[in-house]
């Protein structure tokens, strides 16, 4: 993170992850060598690099993707793969390009099932570190009013605006190029309920801005959270002022669905 990965892959004896090409090749392996030194101490640590382009992601998405149906009545496919809905069906076409959110992960299936509870007509949503636009998109279809869709990476920002018009929900979803903080969140209030599927110590930080973010009585979605982080996460949202009202478990991750105080009725069933 301290050289700019924005994540980290196990593979095997490995640790993966993907870095802006730098200026300096050469000069950039010598500030890495020099970090893990100040950080690991006298720990050896082998560096290997290969260049990749953005291209290999567009087609590994492409390869590994399919529709997927989720909770109730909400269909997530891609444009190369055409469903035929059931009566009542809600189809979202997400193409994720180089943004994160599609139907394979389980915190974007946790989200999806969570929204579809919490989601009424006219509401006006906040999703928080929107990646590909699934989750803004969903609420737009699931009948929000308004949807304000926040992500500060350029390259998920393409994503997001092509899945917003491909839907055809580009009169109800909004999208702005921005690092959400504290003091944005509080000065996009007030909404009737804030989605965020991001890393559980990006989410902690946040608490106090979706609290200011919301409307008493409206309801906050947490996800990105593995399953021994959720305990914190819970604690941490009960102590900004929210209500617990369940968790989604999707093998190791963990989606919550909360309220803040003077909640509204959210439904008991998915």
């Known amino acids: ?15 993966v992850t993907h870095v802006e090409e730098p200026e300096d090749p050469d000069a950039f392996l010598d500030r890495a060598r020099a970090t893990f030194a100040a950080l690991l101490g ?11 382009d953005h291209e290999d992601w567009a087609e590994t998405w492409k390869r ?3 529709p997927r149906r989720i909770g109730g009545y909400l269909v997530v496919t891609t444009t190369w793969h055409p469903v035929d809905p059931r009566p009542g069906d809600l189809v979202l076409v997400i193409d994720p390009g180089m943004a994160f959110g599609t139907a394979e992960h389980g915190t974007t299936r946790g989200c999806l099932r969570l929204l579809e509870r919490a989601m009424g007509e006219g509401q006006r949503v906040l999703d928080v570190g929107a990646g590909s636009g699934i989750l803004g998109i969903a609420a737009a279809r699931l009948g929000a009013a308004e949807v304000l869709a926040l992500e500060g990476d350029p390259l998920a920002t393409e994503a997001l605006a092509e899945n917003v018009a491909l839907n ?7 999208w702005e190029e921005r690092w959400a903080d504290t003091a944005l969140l509080a000065a996009l209030a007030p909404r009737n309920g804030v989605v965020a599927n991001i890393e559980s110590g990006i989410l902690r930080s946040l608490m106090g801005g979706f609290s200011a973010a919301l409307r008493p009585g409206g309801w906050l979605i947490l996800s990105g959270t593995l399953e021994h982080e959720w305990p914190g996460i819970r604690e941490a949202a009960e102590a900004a002022g929210f209500t617990f009202v369940d968790v989604d478990a999707d093998e190791e991750w963990r989606s919550g669905l909360f309220t803040r105080t003077g909640a509204a009725h959210v439904s008991d069933s998915v």
């Open 42 to 52: 006298p720990v050896p640590v082998d560096i290997t690099t290969r260049w990749v």
């Open 168 to 174: 055809g929900v580009a009169d109800r979803v909004r």
């Open 64 to 66: 590994g993707l399919s």
């Open 1 to 15: 993170m301290a050289l700019g990965g924005r994540a980290v892959l196990e593979a095997g004896d490995l640790y």
